[in-house]
T-cell receptor, first 113, second 113 residues
Framework: KAGVTQTPRYLIKTRGQQVTLSCSPISGHRSVSWYQQTPGQGLQFLFEYFSETQRNKGNFPGRFSGRQFSNSRSEMNVSTLELGDSALYLC????????????FGPGTRLTVT | DAKTTQPNSMESNEEEPVHLPCNHSTISGTDYIHWYRQLPSQGPEYVIHGLTSNVNNRMASLAIAEDRKSSTLILHRATLRDAAVYYCILNPPTRQGAQKLVFGQGTRLTINP
């Protein structure tokens, strides 16, 4: 079974631009979560989608948004990029209903200059 | 979200057992204890989880104190590939399935050859 895939793996953007990151969960998984990892704040939960609905949201500004498609693939978008948005963005998938643990992707490394 | 406390770093030798402690004195009766690890340049990886009884799987063992206020992840015979940051996380069960993980700073495990 293929693992969680994230594209692109690396991205360089300029302050003020916007960016879209993509995540394809493990086949059959209906839940996709997003996390931000920075050296200062560690791993922080952004949001979770299940069957195209956002079920849970972390404490991030509205510039961070996401969506999930009917095939469970998910995208997250960050608008008006700031230098502090430079981070590793990780996607995790799980079965959703009754699931206990998550499978993480390799992440997208975003650098904002 | 209930909090866990782990040592910032630990060091061990290859082929020796490693005991990674975690304190969670505010754990509630229904919180599961989860362990994830993050190898360099990878996303976190599920290791093991438990509720009250000790648990074993192919990767590790989890020893849970009788009062559940602490637990220990045991790697029976460490290899260089076990060098990673290990996270102890409390996760309440939900009927909707696991929705998010609250990561602390974790323990950085170094394995000496």
């Amino acid at each position: 079974k293929a693992g969680v895939t994230q594209t692109p793996r690396y991205l360089i953007k300029t302050r003020g631009q916007q960016v879209t990151l993509s995540c394809s969960p493990i086949s059959g998984h209906r839940s996709v979560s997003w996390y931000q990892q920075t050296p200062g704040q560690g791993l922080q939960f952004l949001f979770e989608y299940f069957s195209e609905t956002q079920r849970n949201k972390g404490n991030f500004p509205g510039r961070f948004s996401g969506r999930q498609f009917s095939n469970s693939r998910s995208e997250m978008n960050v608008s008006t990029l700031e230098l502090g948005d430079s981070a590793l963005y990780l996607c995790a998938s799980s079965r959703g209903q009754g699931a206990v643990y998550f499978y993480f992707g390799p992440g997208t490394r975003l650098t904002v200059t | 979200d209930a909090k866990t406390t782990q040592p910032n770093s630990m060091e061990s030798n290859e082929e020796e057992p490693v005991h990674l402690p975690c304190n969670h004195s505010t754990i509630s009766g229904t919180d599961y204890i989860h362990w994830y690890r993050q190898l360099p340049s990878q996303g976190p990886e599920y290791v093991i989880h438990g509720l009250t009884s000790n648990v074993n799987n192919r990767m590790a063992s989890l020893a849970i104190a009788e009062d559940r206020k602490s637990s220990t992840l045991i790697l029976h015979r460490a290899t260089l590939r076990d060098a990673a940051v290990y996270y102890c996380i409390l996760n309440p069960p939900t009927r909707q399935g696991a929705q998010k993980l609250v990561f602390g700073q974790g323990t950085r495990l170094t394995i000496n050859p």
